[in-house]
């Protein structure tokens, strides 16, 4: 058991409070939990009550740590239970915010290989079997990237990963400029025929220019 005889917020942030008991410091956690739970100086907290406050606590830095990791960018599944498990969140922990990620539909591979589908092609127009990859990578499932990725056009894609980077190369010969933009496009996994395709159009379309 032990007595509340302190509740302090931070002075950098008040999101943070710390819990004194018996006029030693106990913890820290989110000032949301303390309110949540009712803290209050003068309060008796029993031993099952200290270790429900713990669980509580920890299942909030663990709830927390998901949504910082969601701020930067879409997640999968695979890669939110793997960062909470670099944290040595306990399993218990990792599944319960797992599942409330879900409800907040924060969480959805179907949604997050979309996303990442969109992202390349919007940005780094790659090949089907690349992404493919990254999403294996990502830890999502094959059924789910099948239904997301399966209509993806290569040689649609290869085109335009092949604009900018022709640009560059429109001043020099054809061989060069062939050979250039022909290892440029494999290494976004694009295979032969949507890179002899892409680069014939794209040759063509300068030469139409000058």
Same mark, same amino acid.
Request: hydrophobic fraction near 35%; charge should be positive; charged fraction near 30%.
């Given at each position: 058991?032990g007595? #509340?005889?302190?509740l302090?917020?931070s ?7 710390s819990l004194?008991l018996?006029?030693k410091f106990?913890?820290?956690?989110d000032?949301?939990?303390?309110v949540?739970?009712g ?6 907290l029993?031993t099952d ?6 669980k509580? #606590?920890? *299942?909030?830095t663990? @709830?927390? =740590?998901?949504y910082?990791y969601?701020s930067?960018? +879409?997640?999968?599944?695979s890669e #939110?239970r793997e960062?909470l498990q ?8 990792i599944?319960? =915010?797992?599942n409330?990620?879900? &409800? ?8 997050f290989a979309?996303f990442?589908k &969109?992202?390349?092609e919007?940005f780094? +127009?790659?090949s089907?079997? *690349? #992404?493919? @990859? &990254?999403l294996?990578r990502?830890g999502?499932?094959?059924e789910t990237i099948d239904? =997301?990725?399966?209509?993806m056009?290569?040689?649609?894609s290869a085109?335009r990963?092949? *604009?900018?980077?022709a640009?560059?190369?429109s001043?020099?010969?054809y061989?060069t400029?062939?050979?250039r933009?022909?290892d440029?496009?494999?290494?976004r996994?694009?295979g032969?025929s949507a890179?002899?395709q892409?680069i ?8 139409d220019?000058?």
């Amino acid at each position: 058991m032990g007595k #509340i005889t302190a509740l302090r917020t931070s002075k950098r942030t008040n999101k943070r409070a710390s819990l004194f008991l018996d006029g030693k410091f106990a913890m820290s956690m989110d000032t949301g939990v303390a309110v949540k739970e009712g803290l209050k100086i003068g309060q008796e907290l029993s031993t099952d009550q200290l270790e429900a406050l713990t669980k509580n #606590i920890g *299942l909030s830095t663990c @709830l927390n =740590v998901a949504y910082r990791y969601l701020s930067h960018r +879409p997640r999968s599944e695979s890669e #939110i239970r793997e960062r909470l498990q670099q944290r040595n969140f306990e399993d218990s922990q990792i599944e319960i =915010v797992i599942n409330k990620l879900k &409800e907040q539909n924060l969480l959805d591979d179907t949604a997050f290989a979309k996303f990442w589908k &969109e992202n390349r092609e919007s940005f780094r +127009p790659t090949s089907q079997r *690349l #992404i493919r @990859l &990254e999403l294996k990578r990502k830890g999502v499932a094959d059924e789910t990237i099948d239904n =997301v990725v399966s209509q993806m056009d290569d040689h649609d894609s290869a085109y335009r990963a092949a *604009l900018s980077k022709a640009k560059h190369l429109s001043h020099q010969e054809y061989e060069t400029f062939r050979r250039r933009l022909g290892d440029y496009l494999k290494r976004r996994g694009f295979g032969y025929s949507a890179i002899n395709q892409t680069i014939k159009r794209v040759w063509q379309e300068l030469a139409d220019q000058r």
